[in-house]
């Protein structure tokens, strides 16, 4: 059974970085494509970043040039480096694979607020 632990969050200020990891368990994390998601309250979970199991990487365009996805599967994890943050992404951010999600870890709260 896969398991998914993130971590990472915190609360920060415009402009600054956070770094999210998220750390896989259960399978054989190289087969998979793995994704980023996050969730604000009352609203559904939207995939912000992906990465291939070959390492291609896709953004939604609200995060594009500021957020970088990458992957180290000999750790079996998956990384999230985001930059110039800005209120609008504070959010629950959630790693999974980008389709036919697992079930959701708890995710890691990310606060952006001056």
């Known amino acids: 059974q896969v398991q998914l632990v993130e971590s990472g969050g915190g609360t920060v200020q415009p402009g600054e970085s956070l770094r999210l990891s998220c750390v896989f368990s259960?399978?054989?994390?190289?087969?998979?494509?793995m994704g980023w998601y996050r969730q604000t309250p009352g609203n559904e979970r939207e995939l912000v970043a992906s990465?291939?199991?070959?390492?291609?990487?896709n953004y939604v365009d609200s995060v594009k040039g500021r957020f970088t996805i990458s992957r180290d599967n000999a750790k079996k994890t998956v990384i999230l480096q985001m930059n110039s943050l800005k209120p609008e992404d504070t959010a629950v951010y959630y790693c999974?694979?980008?389709?036919?999600?697992?079930?959701w870890g708890q995710g890691t709260q990310v606060t952006v607020s001056s």
């Open positions: 999974n694979r980008p389709t036919s999600p697992w079930n």
């Open positions: 259960g399978s054989i994390f190289s087969f998979y494509a």
């Open positions: 990465i291939t199991n070959g390492g291609n990487t």
